[in-house]
């Protein structure tokens, strides 16, 4: 082993023996536990830092007495770092400034126009959605939503079956 680290471990060894020979001071060899008035006094680590001068005349203080409030409290118990949930009365006070809640509306058509057939029976219309094209005549209904309720040679109108609302799609001038 290099010889600095044994010089190292023999003044680390010797450092710690005589700190703890200085605790022996009682002359008391049986190990008996020391009586309150034992535990008021500084501890022999504490002496030892006030004898070596690192802190003139002061010494490590005694540990604070616990409050009875301190003692009986839970330390394990859970915490919520969430703000508080609003009173009923708060929550009633935003709703009133708010109103009622908007009607709901039917979403845009889905359809476009692509063209029409005249015929004797009626106008059929043909209406792109994405990539189909969609045969669409007045009472059909497309999607399981849109009902075709008339068609003209200038509109269609549909009527959205969830809401019962209806909505129009412009289809040209009449020829």
Known sequence: ????????????LAAVW???????????????????ADTRRPSSAARAVAAAGEAPGVLIAD???????EVGRDLFATHSFLPP????????????????????VAPPL??????????????TVFLAQGDRILPARAGDLLNNQYRVESVTATAVTFMFEPLKQRQTLTIGSAP
């Open 110 to 123: 889905p359809f476009r126009y692509q063209g029409k057939l005249m015929e004797e029976g009626g106008i």
């Open 18 to 36: 005589y700190v703890a020979g200085l605790g022996d001071e009682t002359g008391d060899e049986t190990g008996a536990e020391p009586s309150a």
């Open 85 to 104: 949930a609003p009173s009923p009365a708060a929550l009633a006070a935003i709703a009133a400034r708010k109103g009622p809640p908007p009607a709901p």
């Open 1 to 12: 082993m290099n010889r600095g680290l044994i010089a190292a471990l023999a003044a680390t």
């Open 63 to 69: 540990a604070p007495l616990r409050a009875a409030a």
